[in-house]
Nanobody
């Protein structure tokens, strides 16, 4: 069974940086597409960044230039490096996994198959 456990959230001042981690247990699957999402109260869940099985990465406009998605060499940990954080980045951040391409999942308006429980990021002025 695929398991995802996020960590690294916390409180940070506006303009600061934070790196989120997601421990990935892929179970019987050799490769997974992975992504970072976030949701704040009253807002729809937003896809931020994805890394496909072939290593290609995609970013939402809100993340481009400020966030970087990456994996460690063993593909057991997913990262989201965030910089130039603003108050609008305050949200609960989730990692997610799927067997399909994450960009295709999002384009179809579908949900990834597996989700972590999330980690809270709070940006203050």
């Amino acid at each position: 069974e695929v398991q995802l456990v996020e960590s690294g959230g916390g409180s940070v001042q506006s303009g600061g940086t934070l790196r989120l981690s997601c421990a990935v247990t892929a179970g019987s699957y050799s490769r997974l597409s992975l992504g970072w999402f976030r949701q704040s109260p009253g807002k729809e869940r937003e896809g931020l960044a994805a890394i496909e099985k072939d290593g290609r990465t995609t970013y939402a406009n809100s993340a481009k230039g400020r966030f970087t998605i990456s994996q460690d060499s063993t593909k057991s940990t997913l990262f989201l490096q965030m910089s130039s954080l603003t108050l609008e980045d305050t949200a609960k951040y989730f990692c997610a996994a799927d067997l399909r391409r994450m960009v295709d999942v999002q384009a179809a308006g579908a949900d990834p198959l597996w989700w972590g429980r999330g980690t809270q990021v709070t940006v203050s002025s």
